[in-house]
Nanobody, 123 residues
Framework: QAYLAESGGGLAQAGGSLRLSCAAS????????SGWFRQAPGKEREFVAA????????YYANSVKGRFTISKDNAKNTVYLQMNSLKPEDTAVYYC????????????????WGQGALVTVSS
């Protein structure tokens, strides 16, 4: 089982930026993508962004499209989430998942979760 090391997050003002990173100790060759999900207080966990390891295809939730950018470093088994133009509604705990599958309906998290990174955006 891969060990995940998440970093980043913190407090930002509306319109500001933050960057998250997630490094996995291992990555099975069968892994299609890795990505980020978030859970706001009182809400269910939701998909944010994912990226394919083979071709770099990126997937985004509509709520973050154009503001967030996911990227990867294959050699380091690390994915990054650059969050720009932050809004108060982006406040949540952001979780990395090292194994994400594409389904017709949604991006499906298959792997173990990281510890989470709290992102707080003030208005």
């Amino acid at each position: 089982q891969a060990y995940l090391a998440e970093s980043g997050g913190g407090l930002a003002q509306a319109g500001g930026s933050l960057r998250l990173s997630c490094a996995a100790s291992t990555r099975p060759v069968s892994t299609y993508a890795s990505g980020w999900f978030r859970q706001a207080p009182g809400k269910e966990r939701e998909f944010v962004a994912a990226i394919s390891w083979s071709d770099g295809k990126a997937y985004y939730a509509n709520s973050v499209k154009g503001r967030f950018t996911i990227s990867k470093d294959n050699a380091k088994n690390t994915v990054y989430l650059q969050m720009n133009s932050l809004k108060p509604e982006d406040t949540a705990v952001y979780y990395c998942n090292p194994d994400v599958a594409e389904t017709p309906a949604s991006m499906l998290p298959l792997g173990s979760w990281g510890q989470g990174a709290l992102v707080t955006v003030s208005s």
